[in-house]
């Protein structure tokens, strides 16, 4: 991509955040051949020259955190980025409850007179592309320290992560975020990296067949769509040169997208990829955090193989962050899964089966936290909605996002996390679990006890249990169940309404089970998530749930 002058990738502008203590890449374009220099005011320096399509990368050494600082880029043309800040950077990535902003969260009102200058965002409008692209259309992205405008359009997990993140850390925080409704894990990842899943496979193909009726049935051509695309481009790039910003009183301008046919869509595998993440790389992060799932959890054996998919995607962006970087960005860095939150109606059978596929997509996130030392997990049955795909409650999945690096990325001595299973044991008619991450002990989420355990025998048959709290183990027993060999907790789509387990701190323990059996078996009927109709004149209400106190 030759360019007449230098410049830069969207991510270097004003406000801009680097991560501290490495070499930060610094890439653009400028005319093939050409030699640029990035000169820091601390004193670093490097340089690069552009390749014979014009793009060229340079690696820039960073210091501890501090702020005030700029960068000059010189070839043809000079660059100036004024008030830089060094310190912590995280993407934070996935669909639309990663998006969902903190305006139209709980809490709102408590930002309405944030004055944080060293934590700052940038948030990028929502784009697919079947190409991958060197430049985002979205001409509006920028670095933003935090204030009530800027607080009030991040993402609310994000944000709430970032703002103590900040204060904890006592450095600047910057936060890229990155989030597009209604997005398959397939979109996230090249297609290369995942051809060979079977899921992703049959993702595609069913995409393929949806193009192929779209342009012979109702004239949606590639070609057409195409065209109307680069009219409206046109038309968003006049406004934006026109210092036009708004689309209306509420609303920024935001490049057009393409929604047919299927294969130039927003869930076609690599498309949400080509957009948002691979304009973004190799940006120098600490780590990541992502909030999706619920596009992959329509049914039962979807949310299974969602464990695999997301794994992939993992290692994907792991490795070629590392190498793209130069080595710079770890090739283990931190991802923090946010495990999908309750949903439906509340929990009345002890296990729920094919119509709990979120059930499962936690057991996914789970099981990949279990086996991957860098891979941690928020658990938030806690927060969440009956009816509402979209829940308000997103604060404490936030502050648990902080919470959690604070504890594995910094090395805090805090409690990051709720209990987790470490093994059962069978004795007799009972069976006693043994959980470790207690912090200063279990308990129960409110007075009472614990009713969020199922427990079986070798018939597989589920029966409320009887589960006590002892020391750090919780011993569950049944009636029923003269010789159990398995226990599930808080299987179902929203078992927020029972009484859950958590660690004194505050933080609930992850839905589990402890057996093999097969979720599904071939010839099952498939069963689709249900989605609850919300009542004329619905109102969402925050609910309660222990104090955090890491």
Sequence with gaps: MARA?????????????????????????????????????????????????????????????????????????????????????????????????????????????????????????????????????????????????????????????GKLLHQKLGVPVGIIQQAFAGTPVEGWMPWEVQKDIARSQLHRAELDESAKRQTERQGESKEKSLGNFNKELAEYNAMIDAGETMKNAARALQPPIITRPANLGHQYPSNIFNAMIYPVRPYGIRGMLWYQGERNSKDVPQAVAYRGQLERMIAYYRSSWH??????????????????????????????????????????????????????????????????????????????????????????????????????????????????????????????????????????????????????????????VKNPVAVRNAWAMNPSERNLLYNREGFPASPFRTDDWPLFKDGDPVVTVNKPKKPDGYESVDWKRPGMNP
């Excluded at 830069?8 to 400028?30: K, S």
């Excluded at 990368?57 to 955190?65: D, V």
């Excluded at 997990?377 to 404490?396: E, Q, S």
Aim: glycine share 8%; charged share 25%; aromatic share 8%.
């Design 323 to 480: 190498e793209l970087s130069g080595g710079n960005v770890a090739d283990n860095f931190p991802f923090q899964m946010t495990q999908l939150p309750s949903w439906n109606p509340p929990q009345e059978k002890p296990v729920e089966g094919l119509e709990a596929s979120w059930a499962v997509n936690r057991e996914s996130m789970r099981l990949i936290a279990e086996n991957d030392p860098d891979s941690h997990l928020v658990v938030t049955i806690d927060t969440g909605d009956p009816i509402a795909l979209h829940p308000k409650n997103k604060k404490p999945i936030g502050l648990r996002h902080a919470w959690m690096a604070l504890a594995k990325t910094y090395g805090m001595k805090v409690v990051g996390s709720g209990p987790r299973l470490k093994k059962q044991k069978v004795q007799g008619d009972r069976i006693i679990l043994e959980f470790e991450s207690t912090g200063s002990g279990l308990m129960a989420a409110r007075k009472g006890k614990l009713d969020a355990f199922a427990i079986a025998g070798s018939d597989q048959v589920w029966h409320w249990a009887d589960a006590r709290l002892d020391g750090d183990s919780v011993v569950v027993s049944a009636s029923a």
């Design 5 to 161: 002058d230098v410049s830069l990738a969207r991510l270097f502008c004003d406000h801009m955040v680097l991560q501290q203590n490495t070499e930060n890449t610094i890439w653009g374009w400028a005319e093939p051949g050409e030699q640029v220099t990035v000169q820091a005011s601390w004193g670093a320096s490097a340089s690069a020259t552009a390749g014979k399509e014009g793009s060229w990368k340079a690696f820039i050494e960073t210091p501890g955190h501090g702020t005030g600082q700029s960068l000059v880029v010189r070839g043809g043309n000079t660059i100036k980025i004024d008030d830089v800040a060094i310190g912590e950077v995280w993407l934070c990535a996935g669909q639309s409850n990663m998006g969902w902003s903190v305006a139209n969260s709980f809490e709102a009102e408590g930002e309405a007179d944030v004055d944080l200058p060293d934590f700052r965002i940038i948030k990028s409008q929502r784009e697919h592309w079947h190409e991958p692209l060197d430049v985002p259309r979205d001409r509006l992205s920028r670095w933003k320290p935090c204030d009530p405008d800027s607080a009030a359009e991040t993402s609310a997990v994000s944000y709430y992560f």
